[in-house]
């Protein structure tokens, strides 16, 4: 999860890079881990451009409350972040 913006004010820049999970995402990088159901096998080429639409494919068809945390607890998360000087 990634964030980044400005106060409403324009003073301050927030970033926020938070690790979330999915259930179709391998546990780990390598090609012989087994693929989880919905998951995309992971090339044993090296880095391939269709894996990597194929995830990402993936993963903007999943519902936010799919993920671990959740996306929706993540954006109020972000929502509630205050600054003062």
């Known amino acids: 999860y990634h964030f980044q ?3 409403n004010d324009g003073t301050y820049y927030i970033i926020a890079i ?3 999970t999915a259930s179709i995402l391998v546990e780990d990088e390598k090609p012989e881990s087994p ?3 919905g998951g995309v096998p992971i090339p044993a080429t090296g880095p391939d451009p269709a894996y990597y639409d194929a995830v990402t ?3 903007d068809a999943m519902y936010p409350d799919s993920f671990n ?3 929706f607890q993540l954006d109020t998360l972000i929502k509630s972040i205050t600054v003062t000087p």
Do not use: K
Request: overall charge neutral; aromatic content about 0%; hydrophobic content about 45%.
């Open 18 to 20: 938070l690790p979330v």
């Open 5 to 7: 913006g400005l106060t």
């Open 35 to 37: 693929i989880p159901p």
């Open 69 to 71: 945390p959740s996306l």
């Open 57 to 59: 494919n993936a993963l």
